[in-house]
């Protein structure tokens, strides 16, 4: 079945500092969407990626997809207080349910 | 609704009792997803129905667990003879189909096994 690892785990940043989470699969993907959890909220859909190689921003944050469609970051810089939370892919190979990383638990000491 | 409801939001049980949860998707959503968080975890994916479709069942952790949906609307979780391990956030997703849409989540359910 499909592994999917997200590094790290956690980050702790100061605010100001760019911060980068990573998503890697054992499978070639059809695409891969980003979700956002504030401490004590629930995911919030942030973007998806189809297209192999493409890169998309929203303001402060990039996101790619890898050429082979494997694997996928998100990158934000300069960090504020607002971005806190835990930052989930979730990797889609075909039709298969959407299935969640780990996550990435981000701190922003101001 | 204008959004995905969940209820209750809370539940606290004794170890052996069966829990009903219950999840109201966005009207017109005709793909529902249940996960399980645990604290400071990921999501763990337990069942997804797609319209008349049966449901995608491979996640769910024990045949103590089971979830139907009547009517294409609501769905209903059942977590039979709950064990402390069961204790998590159970949260419900809705989307307009399965496969590259984005999910809208409820708030979750809370729940606490004693």
């Known amino acids: 079945g499909q592994q999917v690892m997200q590094i790290p785990q956690y980050q702790h940043v100061q605010e100001g500092e760019d911060f980068t989470t990573y998503c890697n699969s054992s499978t070639t993907l059809s695409n891969i969407q980003w979700y956002k959890q504030r401490p004590g909220g629930h995911p919030v859909f942030l973007i998806q990626?189809?297209?192999?190689?493409e890169v998309k921003k929203q303001k402060r944050l990039t996101f790619q997809f890898g050429e082979a469609k494997k694997n996928s970051s998100l990158h934000i810089t300069a960090t504020q207080t607002t971005d806190v939370g835990t930052y989930f892919c979730a990797p889609q190979a075909g039709n298969t349910p959407l299935v969640f990383g780990k996550g990435t638990r981000l701190s922003v000491i101001a | 609704g204008a959004g995905v409801s969940q209820s209750p939001s809370n539940k606290v049980t004794e170890k052996g009792k069966d829990v009903e949860l219950r999840c109201d998707p966005i009207?017109?959503?005709?793909?529902l997803y249940w996960y399980r968080q645990s604290l400071g975890q990921g999501l763990e994916f337990l069942i997804y129905f797609q319209g008349n479709s049966a449901p995608d069942k491979s996640g769910l952790p024990s045949d103590r667990f089971s979830a139907e949906r009547t009517g294409g609307s609501v769905s209903t979780l059942t977590i039979q003879r709950t064990q402390q391990e069961d204790s998590a956030v159970y949260l419900c997703a809705s989307t307009f189909r399965h496969g590259n849409e984005k999910l809208f989540f409820g708030s979750g359910t809370q729940l606490s096994v004693l």
């Open positions: 990626l189809v297209k192999s190689g």
């Open positions: 009207s017109g959503h005709t793909a």
